[in-house]
Protein backbone atom coordinates (compact mmCIF):
# COMPACT_ATOMS: atom_id res chain seq x y z
CA UNK A 1 0.00 0.00 0.00
CA UNK A 2 2.94 2.27 1.00
CA UNK A 3 4.91 1.65 -2.57
CA UNK A 4 1.49 2.37 -4.33
CA UNK A 5 1.45 5.32 -2.38
CA UNK A 6 4.91 6.47 -3.59
CA UNK A 7 4.40 5.51 -7.12
CA UNK A 8 1.29 8.12 -7.31
CA UNK A 9 3.15 10.64 -5.65
CA UNK A 10 6.20 10.32 -8.14
CA UNK A 11 3.76 10.02 -11.12
CA UNK A 12 2.26 13.56 -10.02
CA UNK A 13 5.27 15.12 -9.46
CA UNK A 14 6.56 13.99 -12.71
CA UNK A 15 3.43 15.30 -14.36
CA UNK A 16 3.87 18.66 -12.53
CA UNK A 17 7.55 18.96 -13.90
CA UNK A 18 6.06 18.71 -17.68
CA UNK A 19 3.50 21.31 -17.18
CA UNK A 20 4.71 23.91 -19.28
CA UNK A 21 5.09 27.67 -17.80
CA UNK A 22 2.17 30.21 -18.43
CA UNK A 23 2.24 33.13 -20.21
CA UNK A 24 2.41 36.69 -18.32
CA UNK A 25 -1.26 37.73 -18.58
CA UNK A 26 -1.96 41.58 -19.44
CA UNK A 27 -3.11 44.11 -16.84
CA UNK A 28 -6.88 44.52 -16.00
CA UNK A 29 -7.75 47.75 -17.25
CA UNK A 30 -8.67 50.38 -14.60
CA UNK A 31 -12.67 51.10 -15.13
CA UNK A 32 -14.03 53.91 -16.09
CA UNK A 33 -15.94 56.15 -13.68
CA UNK A 34 -19.58 56.43 -14.21
CA UNK A 35 -19.11 60.37 -15.00
CA UNK A 36 -16.40 58.82 -17.72
CA UNK A 37 -19.46 56.83 -19.04
CA UNK A 38 -21.73 58.86 -19.17
CA UNK A 39 -19.62 61.14 -21.33
CA UNK A 40 -18.62 58.75 -23.84
CA UNK A 41 -22.23 57.76 -24.56
CA UNK A 42 -23.36 61.19 -25.01
CA UNK A 43 -25.68 61.31 -21.96
CA UNK A 44 -23.23 63.49 -19.72
CA UNK A 45 -23.68 67.56 -20.28
CA UNK A 46 -20.82 68.83 -22.09
CA UNK A 47 -18.89 71.86 -20.89
CA UNK A 48 -20.61 75.05 -21.80
CA UNK A 49 -18.36 78.22 -22.70
CA UNK A 50 -19.85 81.41 -21.39
CA UNK A 51 -21.85 83.66 -23.90
CA UNK A 52 -19.82 86.18 -25.57
CA UNK A 53 -20.21 88.96 -23.43
CA UNK A 54 -20.92 91.32 -26.60
CA UNK A 55 -24.09 89.58 -27.09
CA UNK A 56 -24.91 90.15 -23.84
CA UNK A 57 -25.20 93.68 -23.84
CA UNK A 58 -29.22 94.36 -25.25
CA UNK A 59 -30.04 92.00 -22.47
CA UNK A 60 -28.13 93.86 -19.74
CA UNK A 61 -29.63 97.28 -20.71
CA UNK A 62 -32.96 96.05 -20.68
CA UNK A 63 -32.95 94.51 -17.45
CA UNK A 64 -31.39 97.39 -15.92
CA UNK A 65 -34.25 99.39 -16.87
CA UNK A 66 -36.31 97.00 -15.57
CA UNK A 67 -34.87 96.94 -11.91
CA UNK A 68 -34.31 100.18 -11.73
CA UNK A 69 -38.22 100.92 -12.56
CA UNK A 70 -38.98 98.11 -10.03
CA UNK A 71 -36.74 100.14 -7.30
CA UNK A 72 -38.55 103.73 -8.13
CA UNK A 73 -41.70 102.50 -7.51
CA UNK A 74 -40.45 100.69 -4.06
CA UNK A 75 -39.06 104.05 -3.01
CA UNK A 76 -42.23 106.59 -4.37
CA UNK A 77 -45.09 105.43 -5.33
CA UNK A 78 -45.92 108.77 -6.71
CA UNK A 79 -42.73 108.45 -9.42
CA UNK A 80 -43.95 108.51 -12.53
CA UNK A 81 -43.60 105.16 -14.49
CA UNK A 82 -40.76 105.18 -16.83
CA UNK A 83 -41.16 104.60 -20.41
CA UNK A 84 -37.71 103.62 -22.66
CA UNK A 85 -37.46 106.12 -25.17
CA UNK A 86 -35.52 104.80 -28.35
CA UNK A 87 -33.54 108.33 -28.68
CA UNK A 88 -32.35 108.23 -24.96
CA UNK A 89 -31.37 105.18 -25.37
CA UNK A 90 -29.06 105.84 -28.53
CA UNK A 91 -27.73 108.79 -27.00
CA UNK A 92 -26.85 106.47 -23.74
CA UNK A 93 -25.31 103.96 -25.86
CA UNK A 94 -22.99 106.06 -27.51
CA UNK A 95 -21.85 107.28 -23.83
CA UNK A 96 -21.45 104.14 -23.38
CA UNK A 97 -19.45 103.02 -26.22
CA UNK A 98 -17.15 106.44 -26.04
CA UNK A 99 -16.13 105.68 -22.20
CA UNK A 100 -15.05 101.83 -23.02
CA UNK A 101 -13.61 102.89 -26.05
CA UNK A 102 -11.49 106.04 -24.32
CA UNK A 103 -11.58 103.99 -20.94
CA UNK A 104 -13.16 106.58 -18.25
CA UNK A 105 -15.63 107.15 -16.60
CA UNK A 106 -17.16 110.47 -16.23
CA UNK A 107 -19.68 113.24 -16.95
CA UNK A 108 -17.58 114.49 -19.78
CA UNK A 109 -15.65 112.93 -21.85
CA UNK A 110 -11.60 114.00 -22.59
CA UNK A 111 -12.87 116.39 -25.73
CA UNK A 112 -15.63 117.75 -23.31
CA UNK A 113 -18.53 116.15 -25.08
CA UNK A 114 -21.62 115.08 -22.37
CA UNK A 115 -24.25 113.23 -22.72
CA UNK A 116 -26.69 116.57 -22.50
CA UNK A 117 -24.23 117.87 -25.62
CA UNK A 118 -24.73 114.76 -27.35
CA UNK A 119 -28.93 114.84 -26.97
CA UNK A 120 -29.06 118.53 -28.21
CA UNK A 121 -26.76 117.18 -31.00
CA UNK A 122 -29.71 114.65 -31.68
CA UNK A 123 -32.67 117.24 -31.13
CA UNK A 124 -31.11 120.66 -30.67
CA UNK A 125 -34.71 121.73 -28.94
CA UNK A 126 -34.56 119.70 -25.92
CA UNK A 127 -35.63 121.82 -23.04
CA UNK A 128 -36.30 119.46 -20.57
CA UNK A 129 -34.42 118.04 -17.19
CA UNK A 130 -32.18 115.58 -17.96
CA UNK A 131 -30.13 112.75 -15.15
CA UNK A 132 -27.46 110.70 -15.88
CA UNK A 133 -25.95 107.43 -13.48
CA UNK A 134 -23.31 106.13 -14.45
CA UNK A 135 -20.98 102.85 -12.97
CA UNK A 136 -18.22 99.64 -14.38
CA UNK A 137 -17.62 97.21 -13.32
CA UNK A 138 -15.09 94.59 -13.81
CA UNK A 139 -15.70 90.87 -15.27
CA UNK A 140 -13.31 88.03 -16.79
CA UNK A 141 -13.57 86.05 -20.37
CA UNK A 142 -14.18 82.96 -18.01
CA UNK A 143 -16.91 84.14 -16.42
CA UNK A 144 -18.63 86.45 -18.92
CA UNK A 145 -21.06 88.44 -18.56
CA UNK A 146 -24.77 86.86 -16.71
CA UNK A 147 -27.35 89.63 -17.06
CA UNK A 148 -28.98 89.39 -14.15
CA UNK A 149 -26.35 89.21 -12.22
CA UNK A 150 -24.46 92.20 -13.44
CA UNK A 151 -27.66 94.61 -13.37
CA UNK A 152 -28.32 93.28 -10.11
CA UNK A 153 -24.91 94.84 -9.20
CA UNK A 154 -24.96 97.96 -11.11
CA UNK A 155 -28.40 98.57 -9.21
CA UNK A 156 -26.83 97.89 -6.04
CA UNK A 157 -23.92 100.07 -6.59
CA UNK A 158 -26.30 102.98 -6.96
CA UNK A 159 -28.70 102.20 -4.51
CA UNK A 160 -25.71 102.26 -1.86
CA UNK A 161 -25.05 105.90 -3.51
CA UNK A 162 -27.32 108.19 -1.83
CA UNK A 163 -26.59 110.63 -4.78
CA UNK A 164 -27.62 108.13 -7.16
CA UNK A 165 -30.40 106.78 -5.50
CA UNK A 166 -31.80 110.43 -5.30
CA UNK A 167 -31.21 110.31 -8.90
CA UNK A 168 -33.04 107.57 -10.31
CA UNK A 169 -35.76 107.96 -7.72
CA UNK A 170 -36.68 111.53 -8.81
CA UNK A 171 -40.40 111.85 -9.43
CA UNK A 172 -40.98 113.77 -12.22
CA UNK A 173 -38.46 111.25 -14.38
CA UNK A 174 -40.63 109.70 -17.12
CA UNK A 175 -38.46 108.71 -19.74
CA UNK A 176 -35.10 106.56 -19.66
CA UNK A 177 -32.35 105.10 -22.15
CA UNK A 178 -30.00 102.69 -21.25
CA UNK A 179 -26.30 102.09 -22.79
CA UNK A 180 -23.90 98.86 -21.95
CA UNK A 181 -20.12 99.01 -23.75
CA UNK A 182 -17.36 96.77 -22.83
CA UNK A 183 -13.53 97.57 -23.28
CA UNK A 184 -12.07 94.12 -23.22
CA UNK A 185 -12.62 93.72 -19.43
CA UNK A 186 -15.06 95.93 -18.15
CA UNK A 187 -18.44 96.43 -18.38
CA UNK A 188 -19.73 100.31 -18.96
CA UNK A 189 -23.06 101.27 -18.60
CA UNK A 190 -25.31 104.94 -18.60
CA UNK A 191 -28.56 105.21 -17.95
CA UNK A 192 -30.12 108.61 -19.03
CA UNK A 193 -33.44 110.10 -16.97
CA UNK A 194 -35.63 113.10 -18.64
CA UNK A 195 -38.82 114.56 -17.97
CA UNK A 196 -42.25 114.80 -19.95
CA UNK A 197 -40.43 114.95 -23.41
CA UNK A 198 -43.46 115.56 -25.19
CA UNK A 199 -43.28 115.00 -28.89
CA UNK A 200 -45.84 117.26 -29.95
CA UNK A 201 -45.02 119.93 -32.38
CA UNK A 202 -42.66 122.79 -30.77
CA UNK A 203 -44.53 125.85 -30.35
CA UNK A 204 -42.69 129.54 -30.87
CA UNK A 205 -44.89 130.73 -28.19
CA UNK A 206 -44.14 127.94 -25.70
CA UNK A 207 -43.05 129.94 -22.37
CA UNK A 208 -39.34 129.76 -21.91
CA UNK A 209 -38.72 126.33 -19.86
CA UNK A 210 -41.52 124.30 -20.44
CA UNK A 211 -40.55 121.02 -21.17
CA UNK A 212 -41.01 120.57 -25.58
CA UNK A 213 -38.01 118.08 -26.39
CA UNK A 214 -37.85 115.42 -28.81
CA UNK A 215 -39.93 117.25 -31.61
CA UNK A 216 -37.65 116.45 -34.17
CA UNK A 217 -39.51 113.99 -36.78
CA UNK A 218 -37.77 111.13 -36.09
CA UNK A 219 -38.16 110.87 -32.29
CA UNK A 220 -42.31 112.13 -33.33
CA UNK A 221 -42.33 108.91 -35.29
CA UNK A 222 -40.99 106.78 -32.58
CA UNK A 223 -43.03 105.05 -29.84
CA UNK A 224 -41.50 104.46 -26.58
CA UNK A 225 -41.65 101.51 -24.78
CA UNK A 226 -43.43 101.50 -21.58
CA UNK A 227 -41.74 99.52 -19.21
CA UNK A 228 -44.10 97.27 -17.52
CA UNK A 229 -42.07 94.71 -15.48
CA UNK A 230 -44.88 92.13 -15.11
CA UNK A 231 -45.04 91.74 -18.89
CA UNK A 232 -41.06 92.20 -19.80
CA UNK A 233 -39.52 89.84 -17.24
CA UNK A 234 -38.13 87.16 -18.31
CA UNK A 235 -36.99 88.63 -21.97
CA UNK A 236 -35.13 90.86 -20.01
CA UNK A 237 -28.57 114.61 -12.05
CA UNK A 238 -25.28 113.02 -13.33
CA UNK A 239 -23.37 110.78 -10.89
CA UNK A 240 -20.57 108.13 -11.56
CA UNK A 241 -19.64 105.28 -9.33
CA UNK A 242 -17.07 102.66 -10.38
CA UNK A 243 -17.25 98.45 -8.97
Known sequence: MRR??????LLMLAGCAQMPELPDLPSMPEMPSMAEIKQRVGLAPKPVSPADPKTQMPGLELRIAILVEEQRRRLDNAAKPLAIDPELSRVARRKAEDMAQKNYLAHAAPNGDTAASLLMEADDQFQGLLGENLAAQHYTMQSGVTV???AGRFLKTWMDSKPHRDNLAFADYNRTGVGAALNGDTVYVVQL??????LGERKDADPPGKVTSFDSPAAAKATPLPL???????TIRGRGARR
Open 228 to 234: DPARLRG
Open 4 to 9: FGSVLA
Open 148 to 150: DEF
Open 193 to 198: FATDMG
